[in-house]
């Protein structure tokens, strides 16, 4: 199975400042296809997972600005260019391109 | 608007049996993937099962292979997964989700507890 590391799994960010999420996997992510299927998730508290990027770097609809998802191969980065009290929760990366799909084991981000 | 919901879930017994169900509404429910994505509660994400668009493809992680079944009815727009030879490690939240190699929609899920 493909492993995904996630860093750091704790993320304390004063409101205003960037934040990085790094993921790593254990293979590379490039797909047969062409495609290189790796998310970002985020789980506010009490509510579902929501898609925030999808194949590395685009950005879901209604997604703020402010998020960014970039990287290739095996290494990989979410971006909050500006945290606001709306982003703390937990960030989970997912690849979708080998069986069985896998999570990072996700980065709670907390306002300092 | 595209809508997933989750039912079925509930306490049983080790060793026991449960059949969670998703409905979905508000897009073409045969021309997708369909998955079902677990949560222990306070842990991380954990990916179940898959099912093509026919129903003809399905996959599993090796923790449920043997004991889950996933099963679809696209006249019905409805998603299914068949538990048996329960165990405490699969008391969790299940998700439904819309599609496999990038899930975009979810549903707000249901609570299985596995417990004597």
């Known amino acids: 199975d493909v492993v995904m590391t996630q860093s750091p799994l704790s993320l304390p960010v004063t409101l205003g400042q960037p934040a990085s999420i790094s993921c790593r996997s254990s293979?590379?992510?490039?797909?047969?296809?062409?495609?290189?299927?790796l998310n970002w998730f985020q789980q506010r508290p009490g509510q579902s997972p929501r898609r925030l990027i999808y194949?590395?770097?685009n950005r879901d609809s209604g997604v703020p600005d402010r998020f960014s998802g970039s990287g290739s191969g095996t290494d990989f980065t979410l971006k909050i260019s500006r945290v606001e009290a709306e982003d703390v929760g937990v960030y989970y990366c997912?690849?979708?391109?080998?069986?069985?799909?896998?999570f990072g084991q996700g980065t709670r981000l907390e306002i300092k | 608007e595209v809508q997933l919901v989750e039912s079925g879930g509930g306490l049983v017994q080790p060793g026991g049996s449960l059949r969670l169900s998703c409905a979905a509404s508000?897009?073409?429910?045969?021309?997708?993937?369909m998955t079902w994505i677990r949560q222990a509660p306070g842990k991380g994400l954990e990916w179940v099962a898959n099912?093509?668009?026919?129903?003809?493809?399905?996959y599993y992680v090796d923790s449920v292979k043997g004991r889950f079944t996933i099963s679809r009815d696209n006249a019905k727009n409805s998603l299914y997964l068949q538990m048996n030879s329960l165990t405490a490690e699969d008391t969790a939240f299940y998700y439904c989700?819309?599609?496999?190699?990038?899930?975009?929609?979810w549903g707000q899920g249901t609570l299985v507890t596995v417990s004597s």
């Open positions: 989700a819309r599609g496999t190699t990038a899930p975009g929609y």
């Open positions: 508000g897009f073409t429910f045969s021309s997708h993937w």
């Open positions: 099912i093509k668009q026919d129903g003809s493809e399905k």
């Open positions: 293979q590379s992510l490039v797909h047969s296809d062409g495609n290189t299927f």
């Open positions: 194949k590395v770097s």
């Open positions: 997912m690849q979708g391109t080998h069986w069985p799909r896998t």
